[in-house]
């Protein structure tokens, strides 16, 4: 059973840098053909899809948030990590990361998703 | 980006009704839709997937149809663990969108 786990600082400064980790378990990251994304989600609102890591290095940005976006991979510990730059309380939600089935072969669709984890931006 | 556009956003039902939520895509996306379910302070768990596929372990009272721009989700007997908040997913093309969610109460 696979399980994703979130991790980093719940409260980050306006203009700083966001960091959470993604750890996967049940599973290996560079394995499967799958895509590794961050998903995250306004309070009270609707879900954002913000990118993936795929192939242990091939990424992709929501162009909305591209240009302060990066996602990265530690194969060694089977986990990937997101870094947002220059937040605003704009920035302030609940990260998810996920794993989504190619739609090739398995038809697509996000299938594990972590518990979320709670980032307010404020001074 | 494809808009995906989710009617209604609030649906009033009771306990064994047979209940339809709608969405509509801003452009084809073919069958490439999925549907979600979220339970309040977890994360959305797929229920369907290529628009009308049911995720395993997902219970068969949940069904998906449609292609194109229309899909529907449909409940044939709702349950009491299934009035929660319910998303489409287009994954035609980059950037992925959701609908903005359809609130399922009890009456």
């Known amino acids: 059973q696979v399980q994703l786990q979130e991790s980093g600082p719940g409260l980050v400064k306006p203009s700083q840098t966001l960091s959470l980790t993604c750890t996967v378990s049940g599973g290996s990251i560079s394995s499967g053909g799958y895509y590794w994304s961050w998903i995250r989600q306004h309070p009270g609102k609707g879900l954002e899809w913000i990118g993936y890591l795929y192939n242990s290095g091939s990424t992709y940005y929501n162009p909305s948030l591209k240009s302060r976006v990066t996602i990265s991979v530690d194969t060694s510990k089977n986990q990937f990590s997101l870094e947002l730059s220059s937040v605003t309380a704009a920035d302030t939600a609940i990260y998810y990361c996920?794993?989504?089935?190619?739609?090739?072969?398995?038809?697509?669709?996000?299938?594990?998703w972590g518990q979320g984890a709670l980032v307010t931006v404020s001074s | 980006d494809i808009q995906m556009t989710q009617s209604p956003s609030t649906l009033s039902a009771s306990i064994g009704d047979r209940v339809t939520i709608t969405c509509r895509a801003s452009q084809t996306i073919g069958s490439w839709l999925a549907w979600y379910q979220q339970k309040p302070g977890k994360a959305p768990k797929l229920l369907i997937y290529?628009?009308?596929s049911l995720e395993s372990g997902v219970p068969s009272r949940f069904s998906g149809s449609g292609s194109g721009t229309e899909f529907t989700l449909t409940i044939s007997s709702l349950q009491p663990d299934d009035f929660v908040t319910y998303y489409c997913?287009?994954?035609?093309?980059?950037?992925?969108?959701f609908g903005q969610g359809t609130k399922v109460e009890i009456k």
């Open positions: 996920a794993r989504e089935r190619p739609r090739g072969t398995t038809k697509g669709g996000f299938d594990y």
């Open positions: 997913q287009q994954y035609n093309g980059y950037p992925w969108t």
């Open positions: 290529k628009a009308s």
